[in-house]
């Protein structure tokens, strides 16, 4: 689809869940941070990139990632997905504390 010249947040985000669940993870990355970019209110996307980076071993970068995908779940009032993120970023938090 990216050959045909299709290229959106969904495609991106469909792409790096494919790899991510393949275990995948840098491959993963390059899609995911092309879904934020194409739309930074997805937070479906935010919430699959934090998982990516961590899996990749970014922690920090997992970080930021959950931070603009909770920002951006409780722009738009998707509560589930906040707390879903604020329950990744406390565990990667304690681990990083070890």
């Known amino acids: 689809m990216l050959d045909g010249g299709r290229d959106d947040a969904l495609l991106r985000f469909s792409l790096g869940s494919a790899f991510l669940s393949q275990q995948r993870a840098n491959d993963a990355l390059v899609h995911l941070q092309a879904a934020v970019a194409h739309d930074p209110g997805y937070s479906a996307a935010w919430k699959l990139l934090g998982k990516a980076q961590s899996a990749a071993g970014n922690c920090d970068a997992a970080g930021n990632a959950y931070r603009a995908g909770i920002a951006a779940a409780e722009k ?4 589930q997905a906040m707390k879903e993120m604020q329950v990744f970023l406390r565990r990667l938090e304690k681990n990083l504390e070890k």
């Open 76 to 79: 738009k009032g998707d509560q």
